[in-house]
């Protein structure tokens, strides 16, 4: 396998530099142990090894999102299983050099929200540095205390054609990565524990825990609790799995922009208890994006007024407001002079060379050389991609230039680096493909200096020779090992003062997804059960009778039509006499609200939501659902391929409902889950006993329906233990309405549901009753009034259980009514709750 890798390296003539061994096929020092260990298990072993650390990040649910691509959605994480290597020696030199990097922007940054020195002594451009969107005249003046207003830093290396260590970019405004970082080392430790274990892989969790103890040293506020939220743009966000993780994994609380608010010029955040006061918030969102009232007006992603929260100190965002500007590629172009200017030193680390348009003789420069540069923006956007010079034609390379001469300020052309390769593993064989790593550097306050993590996230490219390496562009993520001894980073000595909270704060936006996660997971449960019945009752049913002359078929065929909600499906007589293609889109069509697919879809979408809240077994249970739901909405599905689906995916929701049992605490988080789930399966069993029993047939017909009606409870073989006896109208009611010990039972669910309300946070303690347990005692008391004997009555005329159907349809409106109340006063923030909510607002 290696003895390969270099026979390609040395007779095919790679132009490239490799990361394992050089031009004549000798294998650098630091890759020796490794290479001889891939050579020892051999191509079968490593296979096995590959599918295993896709399997282990799979399970653990370590996703990455594709913007503009429709099964882009929670795309599984990729990881190859040969890492980037580093050499202790080299990393010292790459390490020093981010390090002074990093302070040099720092020191940048500092200038450009005060002094501005270096743009009144010419080392920067003006027009650089304000035709820049990243650059926020707002956080002019603003700034943490101390010295170090980066507290976050990541880089994109890659070794160039000189062996060396080159910055491709910059990136300071919402670093991204590390977390998926963490998951590839943990996947890695699991695969190949004695790989790492003996070649002495530095570990990576100081960085982590240097950047907690820089936030409680900046933090001003409330230090000896603060509540600390990491603000994401939401689960469509490409790297929402890892905003997920950092949160769960830091003890912080992740939040999107609608369940933050500005009020009396401090920071709240929305629970279902009331606002919470913020001191800290660590965003994933872009700078400009946070707050439309001083910057872009049509973001939804921050919140209105941070700005002036953060102008006033009542808040502390990391990183800064504004510090995108260092991200700006054309002060590539003055950073070497800058560092001998403010630091008296020369760049460790060169940038990738880098000509700035706004002055002429550098445009002239980048004219005359077009076809060979890389063309980007100064601002790195959706809207701005970088153009490859080589691959225009004449018409577009005069288009190109036309657009530079009408703004040249905003351009820059940068030389397209050749950097190395690296071992990858693709298609069962190490090949060569070029690679980039990302590092991670963080302000350690206590020693005023910065950390880098000893590794990172690194990219090989999945074709031969292509420079242009990200995940969205299909970019292989490779963990980076840095070997041998390293300088230990130091852990902070002192105590860190960020506790876990002693209380639970769980925002309105979270347990709204949790309550309709719960309501999500009954529906397609019962939808699923319903369905199966129906599809072998369709299966077994004579030939040569219509459907519209059996009353069983025909009555779960409609009853399947109410309770999912798409009518008028089979209320119409043309769908009874051919159900199959209504009942395969009831499987299939995600796009149908109310299908099964759309169902469960929505029960996945609400899950990632809160993916933070659930453990990871709820997430390899979460991911075999999914799976299923892949081969369900296949649109040439058979009836019997759909059976199997169904008879796969209720074991799999089950398995979900039994984990939420057992491993969730009991907090408002379970609380909120179950009353989504038992308000839903109230008013399905309701729903399932109003279509099929509020008819007299015939004596067969009920007694078929009545069966059918307890096994879609999963109350048949209860049934048969309690009573002994034929199926009766009176006992099979009684066991679904009345019976508290029957976990099936209407009064046993609406229990369940007041129990769970119990818990939760009342806005005031005046009130004995809440105004959703009010309504929902009236369904009690409903039930525990009725008398069963009359609810097996039919009318003779008529020949409908009318008592029946008016209980029901009685209990659904009261169960309708509660879930709207619930809604309004934990969820909303608009209605009588919240102004409830306002009022205990602590005084400042």
């Not at 407001?321 to 054309?330: A, T, Y």
Request: charged share 25%; proline share 4%; net charge negative.
């Amino acid at each position: 396998m290696i003895e390969s890798y270099l026979i390609e390296k040395m007779f095919n003539n790679a132009p490239f530099l490799d990361e394992m061994a050089t031009d004549q096929g000798k294998i650098h020092p630091h890759w020796e142990r490794i290479a001889k260990y891939y050579e020892q298990i051999g191509s079968e072993r490593m296979a096995q090894f590959h599918d295993e650390v896709g399997r282990q990040l799979r399970e653990n649910g370590v996703t990455y999102n594709v913007y503009g691509d429709p099964n882009g959605m929670n795309r599984p994480w990729i990881l190859d299983p040969v890492p980037m290597v580093f050499s202790a020696e080299e990393w010292e030199g790459i390490e020093r050099g981010l390090v002074q990097r990093t302070e040099l922007l720092n020191l940048i940054m500092s200038d450009l929200y005060g002094e501005q020195s270096l743009i009144k002594e010419g080392h920067i451009p003006f027009e650089l540095v304000y035709n820049h969107k990243g650059f926020l005249r707002q956080a002019h003046h603003i700034k943490l205390d101390g010295d170090q207003q980066l507290v976050q830093y990541s880089s994109d290396l890659a070794r160039g054609p000189n062996g060396k260590m080159w910055v491709l970019h910059d990136r300071t405004d919402a670093p991204s990565g590390a977390g998926y970082t963490f998951e590839n080392r943990a996947a890695m430790t699991r695969v190949f524990p004695e790989l790492i274990r003996e070649n002495h892989v530095s570990k990576i969790t100081s960085y982590y825990q240097t950047f907690k103890s820089t936030l409680s040293n900046l933090i001003t506020n409330n230090k000896e609790n603060p509540r600390v939220v990491l603000l994401s743009p939401g689960p469509t966000n490409e790297t929402f799995f890892e905003h997920a993780y950092i949160s769960s994994f830091m003890g912080f609380t992740l939040a999107f922009g609608e369940d933050l608010t500005v009020s009396d010029g401090y920071v709240w955040l929305k629970t279902i208890k009331g606002l919470e006061k913020v001191d800290v918030i660590i965003r994933r969102v872009d700078d400009v994006f946070c707050d439309p009232l001083e910057f872009r007006s049509d973001s939804h992603l921050g919140v209105v007024g941070l700005m002036e929260a953060v102008r006033q100190r009542k808040v502390l965002v990391i990183n800064p407001l504004g510090c995108r500007v260092l991200e700006n590629p054309g002060l590539m172009a003055f950073l070497p002079k800058i560092s001998k200017h403010l630091l008296g030193q020369d760049l460790d680390l060169s940038s990738v060379a880098t000509w700035w348009c706004g002055q002429p003789k550098e445009m002239s420069y980048v004219f005359e050389h077009l076809d060979s540069l890389v063309i980007r923006n100064i601002y790195r956007g959706t809207s701005h991609k970088s153009v490859f010079g080589g691959t225009l034609s004449k018409a577009e390379l005069d288009r190109l230039k036309q657009e530079i001469l009408s703004s040249p300020y905003m351009y820059v052309g940068q030389e397209m680096v050749e950097f190395s390769t690296t071992p990858s593993w693709i298609n069962n064989k190490l090949e060569a493909r070029n690679a980039v790593f990302r590092s991670y550097v963080v302000a350690d306050t206590e020693n005023n200096s910065y950390k880098v993590m000893p590794g990172g996230l690194s990219r090989s490219s999945p074709e031969k020779g292509a420079f242009l390496v990200s995940n969205q562009t299909g970019g292989i993520s490779k963990d980076t090992w840095v070997l041998g001894k390293v300088k230990e980073t130091s852990v902070p000595t002192k105590p860190v003062k960020i506790q876990p909270l002693v209380r639970s704060v769980l925002p309105s936006r979270t347990g709204e997804r949790l309550f309709w996660l719960g309501r999500y997971l009954e529906r397609s449960a019962y939808t699923v059960r319903l369905m199966r019945m129906t599809l072998l009752s369709y299966n077994e049913a004579d030939e040569d009778i219509h459907l519209h002359e059996n009353p069983v078929l025909s009555t779960l065929l409609k009853t399947l039509t109410v309770m999912t909600g798409t009518l008028p499906g089979f209320t119409e007589p043309v769908k009874l006499k051919s159900p199959e293609s209504e009942l395969l889109s009831l499987v299939y069509d995600s796009e149908k609200s109310g299908s099964l697919a759309y169902s469960i879809q929505a029960f996945l979408s609400n899950a990632y939501a809160v993916r933070d809240r659930l453990s990871l077994d709820t997430w390899r249970i979460l991911d075999s659902i999914s799976e299923e739901l892949g081969h369900m909405k296949k649109s040439n599905i058979s009836l019997m391929q759909a059976y199997q689906c169904l008879d796969n995916m209720v074991v799999k929701l089950m398995a979900f409902y039994g984990l939420n049992i057992d491993n969730m605490t009991r907090e408002p988080t379970w609380h909120l889950l179950n009353i989504g789930r038992f308000i839903e399966s109230a008013v399905n069993n309701c729903t399932i006993l109003r279509e099929m029993l509020s008819k007299f047939y015939d004596a067969e017909s009920n007694k078929e329906l009545m069966e059918d009606t307890l096994r879609c409870n999963e109350s048949l073989v209860t049934y048969r233990y309690r009573y002994r006896s034929n199926l009766e109208m009176s006992g099979v009611l009684s066991l679904l309405i009345l019976h508290e010990d029957n976990p099936r039972s209407l009064i046993y669910q609406l229990l369940e549901i007041d129990h769970h309300l119990k818990t939760l946070p009342s806005q005031s303690e005046l009130e004995l009753f809440s105004i959703e347990r009010k309504s929902l005692l009236e369904a009690i008391t409903k039930i525990r009034l009725c008398d069963v004997n009359k609810l097996s009555v039919s009318n003779p005329v008529t020949n409908e259980f009318e008592a029946l159907t008016t209980l029901l349809d009685d209990v659904i409106a009261l169960l309708h009514s509660t879930s709207d109340f619930i809604y309004e006063k934990y969820f909303s923030h608009t209605g009588s709750g919240y102004r409830m909510m306002q009022s205990t607002i602590p005084e400042i």
